[in-house]
Nanobody
Framework: QVRLMESGGGSVQTGGSLSLSCAAS????????MGWFRQRPGEQREGIAG???????YYDRAVKGRFTISGDNGKANVNLQMNSLKPEDTANYYC???????????????????????WGQGIQVTVSS
């Protein structure tokens, strides 16, 4: 069974940077969409960035220009570099994957409710003002 192993996160002041990493253990396939979703207290989980195995990316407008998602040459690993962090970026961040991928933008925007989406355990990011 594939597991999504997350690392990184933590606490930083406004304007600072943090990074997140995720690796899909035991995945031997060649196609995927992987990305990051986040959930603020009392709110629904939302997609913020995704990447395909061939390097196509999609960003939610809330993070575009500040966050960068990157892959690992077709391996099912994904990183998220988060710069210019704001207090509203405070959330629990979840690595996610779809190993039967379709449209990347649609998956990022609606993948939180997609039963085929696989999830990591979640990792906290806190940005203080």
């Amino acid at each position: 069974q594939v597991r999504l192993m997350e690392s990184g996160g933590g606490s930083v002041q406004t304007g600072g940077s943090l990074s997140l990493s995720c690796a899909a253990s035991a995945y031997t396939g060649s196609r995927y969409s992987m990305g990051w979703f986040r959930q603020r207290p009392g709110e629904q989980r939302e997609g913020i960035a995704g990447i395909t195995e061939d390097g196509r990316t999609y960003y939610d407008r809330a993070v575009k220009g500040r966050f960068t998602i990157s892959g690992d040459n077709g391996k099912a690993n994904v990183n998220l570099q988060m710069n210019s962090l704001k207090p509203e970026d405070t959330a629990n961040y979840y690595c996610a994957a779809d190993f039967s991928p379709g449209n990347l933008e649609l998956w990022v925007r609606f993948g939180a409710s997609n039963p085929d989406t696989e999830w990591g355990q979640g990792i906290q990011v806190t940005v203080s003002s």
